[in-house]
Each structure stands twice: as structure tokens, then as C-alpha cells.
């Protein structure tokens, strides 16, 4: 059972033809869906990606970062790359246990769902 990263979007900017004038200041954050290779379903996971310039220009207080990567220029190569490096890092013998992984690195849409709520 193996991780998969489906698909990818972004809602503010077209990934494949990403401004020329944001490649080095950015924040956006990224849906990320992600299933097994040998199931057509897909859970939606979510991260930020960061220039560091943007950080540099936004933050002047300390932060805590989750679910986050920080990078020096947009190249969604080279980002689709450490995502898949991290799904091969979550892989695991089931599919709760890779599931719980994947939640330490991005954020995933059931995060706060239980099942068993109680009025």
C-alpha cells in the first residue's frame, strides 16, 4: 500500500505558469490530494508554501510554522519533489497508521473530525 499524490491545485495562481514577478515573494497554499496507488479515493491534505522573501517581508515576530515549506524561489518541480519524498516517508503497513503520518506534515481535511461526539 503505497501513498500517492493524485493531484495538486492551487486556487490563486496557475502552478504551471506561475507569475514571473512572485517567483521569489510568495505564500500560497496548496490542496494536495492524496490516496493509494491501488484505490480510486483521495483524502485532501493542505500546505503553505513560502518564499523565504515573503517571510522576511511579512513576519517580524516570531512564528511557529505548520504544515508549511519554505523555499527560495517558486519551482513547482522541485517542490512536487520533496512532497512525494514525504509521502515515501509516511508509507507505512496500514493505511490509519500512513494517514497519521501524512497529518505531522500537512494538514489534513479530517484533522478535527470524530466520530464518536457525544452531545
Request: charged letters at 25%.
Amino acid at each position: 500500500m503505497r501513498l500517492k499524490l493524485k493531484n495538486y491545485d492551487c486556487s490563486d495562481f496557475d502552478l504551471e505558469d506561475f507569475p514571473q514577478d512572485k517567483l521569489e515573494n510568495f505564500c500560497i497554499l496548496l490542496t494536495l490530494s492524496i490516496g493509494f496507488d491501488e484505490s480510486n479515493g483521495a483524502d485532501y491534505f493542505y500546505v503553505y508554501i513560502y518564499s523565504t522573501e515573503w517571510l522576511l517581508s511579512n513576519i517580524h515576530r516570531p512564528m511557529s510554522l505548520k504544515n508549511s515549506i519554505v523555499t527560495n524561489r517558486f519551482n513547482i518541480e522541485h517542490i512536487l519533489k520533496l512532497i512525494n519524498d514525504i509521502l515515501e516517508i509516511c508509507n507505512s503497513t496500514s493505511e490509519d497508521k500512513s494517514i497519521s503520518n501524512l497529518a505531522k506534515y500537512f494538514d489534513w481535511e479530517f484533522d478535527d473530525y470524530n466520530l464518536n461526539i457525544q452531545d
